[in-house]
């Protein structure tokens, strides 16, 4: 179990770098300057996929820490909070914003 602990070291590449390697496919996109979320509203069908599966793939990341953070018997409510976080990272993968007033 402490695998599910271990993995939470990939939380950050999960969500950077697909959040870069989409905003470098956007034209006029500045990863520096903008949101990782204004991906989803460019006319770019294949940068937004990359985007929201980095946000699905950072979301079940979350959700398998909670889980090896459960498993230990310690910490329940920060576990149970950033499973929280992670369904709502996954929610964010399938469902994106539509609009830039978010």
Same mark, same amino acid.
């Given at each position: 179990m402490t695998f599910l602990i271990r993995q939470a070291k990939l939380i950050p590449l999960l969500f950077f770098i697909p959040v870069f390697? $989409?905003? +470098?496919? &956007?034209?006029?996109?500045? =990863?520096?300057?903008?949101?990782?979320?204004?991906?989803?509203? $460019?006319? +770019?069908? &294949?940068?937004?996929?990359? =985007?929201n599966a980095g946000a699905i793939l950072t979301g079940l990341s979350c959700i398998f820490l909670s889980i090896g953070i459960l498993n230990t018997r310690k910490y329940y409510i920060c576990s149970v909070l950033f499973m929280i976080f992670g369904v709502s990272m996954i929610s964010n993968g399938i469902y994106p914003m539509g609009t830039p007033m978010h």
């Open positions: 390697f $989409s905003g +470098f496919l &956007v034209d006029g996109y500045d =990863s520096i300057r903008q949101h990782a979320s204004e991906v989803a509203l $460019s006319n +770019f069908i &294949v940068a937004k996929l990359i =985007s």
